[in-house]
C-alpha cells in the first residue's frame, strides 16, 4: 500500500519561508518521479513542481519559479519543496504526489498516488 505523508505546512508572513517534507513508503522510491500541486480555495489542482528520479532533472511552474526548490533524498524516501519570497497567492493546501514512470509530467491525473496535503497559508 502506498503512502505519502506530507508535512511542514503553517503559518507565515509575506516574505517568509516554508520547507515541506513528503516521505513515500509502500514503491520503490529511487524509481518514481515526484511532484508537488497545490490547491487553494475554489480553485482547481495545480501543478507546483516535478523531479525525476535522482533529482538530476526538475521543473517548475512559471508562477513559482525563482522561489521553489524542489529536492529528494532517496536513502530517506524524501522529497522536499524549498518555498521562499512566499506571497499570499501561496496560500493553499499542498500535495506530494508519486508517478512510478519515468517521465517528467504536469498534470495532476499523470500521479496515481497522492498524499493528504499539508495546509499552507501565507499573511499578508
Known amino acids: 500500500q502506498v503512502q505519502l505523508v506530507e508535512s511542514g505546512g503553517g503559518l507565515v508572513q509575506a516574505g517568509g519561508s516554508l520547507k515541506l517534507s513528503c516521505t513515500a513508503s509502500?514503491?520503490?522510491?529511487?524509481?518514481?518521479?515526484m511532484g508537488w500541486f497545490r490547491q487553494a480555495p475554489g480553485k482547481e489542482r495545480e501543478f507546483v513542481a516535478t523531479?525525476?528520479?535522482?533529482?538530476?532533472?526538475?521543473y517548475y511552474a512559471d508562477l513559482v519559479k525563482g522561489r521553489v526548490t524542489i529536492s529528494r533524498d532517496n536513502a530517506k524516501n524524501t522529497v522536499y519543496l524549498q518555498m521562499s519570497s512566499l506571497k499570499p497567492d501561496d496560500t493553499a493546501v499542498y500535495y506530494c504526489?508519486?508517478?512510478?514512470?519515468?517521465?517528467?509530467?504536469?498534470?495532476?491525473?499523470?500521479?496515481?498516488?497522492w498524499g493528504q496535503g499539508t495546509q499552507v497559508t501565507v499573511s499578508s
Open positions: 504526489a508519486a508517478d512510478p514512470t519515468f517521465i517528467l509530467r504536469t498534470t495532476p491525473g499523470a500521479y496515481p498516488y
Open positions: 509502500g514503491l520503490t522510491f529511487s524509481k518514481t518521479i
Open positions: 523531479i525525476n528520479w535522482n533529482g538530476s532533472r526538475t
